[in-house]
Nanobody, 126 residues
Framework: QVQLVESGGGLVQAGGSLRLSCAASGRAFSSYQMGWFRQAPGKEREFVAA????????YYADSVKGRFTISRDNAKNTVYLQMNSLKPEDTAVYSCAASRTYPSDLRRGVYDYDYWGQGTQVTVSS
């Protein structure tokens, strides 16, 4: 069992930056693929970024490619999402997720992830 707790959300102006963190409990963190998802009001949850267990490979949604960077520190049981050049359409609740089933095969599907955090709100004003 893995527990995930996100932090770092907030209110930022368009063009600004935020760094989200997701702290995980449990010794198996380093063996899980990690992902970030977001859900805006009235919309379905959507994939943002993923990183393999080793951190060697990453995968991004087209909408954030070149602006967001996912990274992880397995010694600290933490995954990060650096968000630059934020846009109003990035406003959403951002959640991190852990995939036990697919540690190395990058995945973007909600059902590919086994554990989820509660989420942190990101609001980008125009």
């Amino acid at each position: 069992q893995v527990q995930l707790v996100e932090s770092g959300g907030g209110l930022v102006q368009a063009g600004g930056s935020l760094r989200l963190s997701c702290a995980a409990s449990g010794r198996a963190f380093s063996s899980y693929q990690m992902g970030w998802f977001r859900q805006a009001p009235g919309k379905e949850r959507e994939f943002v970024a993923a990183i393999t267990w080793s951190g060697a490979n990453t995968y991004y949604a087209d909408s954030v490619k070149g602006r967001f960077t996912i990274s992880r520190d397995n010694a600290k049981n933490t995954v990060y999402l650096q968000m630059n050049s934020l846009k109003p359409e990035d406003t959403a609740v951002y959640s991190c997720a852990a995939s036990r089933t697919y540690p190395s095969d990058l995945r973007r599907g909600v059902y590919d992830y086994d554990y989820w955090g509660q989420g942190t709100q990101v609001t980008v004003s125009s």
